[in-house]
């Protein structure tokens, strides 16, 4: 069973702070500190939870497994079917022809599917297969 309390803690003691988004080991935005995200709320319903940020940035998690809080007030999910991040592409109108998002698909082979949409495509490659054995599927430091 998922114990929400550990992103009630989190959430609370994140509230006006930023954190940087590491998915299966890639940082959002290049490197930490390069696209901060302000932790609002979360939700969680069905094996999923989904963590809104800023304005409309938010993160999907499917079937988080082991989710814990480390000793710097970080945010560590080891495992997880997948995760979806998404945002509006920066410096354009919130409309939904500007939504991106980054997918990622972890199997038992240790590889990832990364698949992006939206106009960040012309800037990025839209698919990517790459190999993960890290601990961390998400982190939020």
Not at 80 to 86: D, L, Y
Not at 111 to 116: A, G, I, R, S
């Amino acid at each position: 069973m998922f114990d929400t309390s550990i992103l009630d803690n989190w959430v609370s003691q994140k509230s006006g702070e930023w954190v940087s988004i590491v998915l299966a080991g890639r940082i959002f935005g290049g490197r930490h500190g390069e696209s901060p995200q302000e932790p609002k709320e979360y939700q969680y319903s069905n094996r999923i939870l989904t963590i809104q940020f800023g304005t409309t940035e938010s993160l999907v998690v499917v079937e988080p497994e082991g989710v814990w809080i480390d000793a710097n007030n970080e945010l560590i999910i080891p495992q997880a079917k997948s995760t979806m991040w998404g945002w509006h592409y920066y410096g354009r109108k919130q409309t939904p022809e500007n939504w991106c998002t980054e997918s990622y698909v972890f199997n038992k082979d240790n590889l990832v599917q990364l698949t992006v949409t939206g106009p960040i495509t012309a800037h990025i490659p839209s698919s990517e297969t790459f190999f993960y054995r890290g601990d961390q599927f998400v982190l939020l430091i």
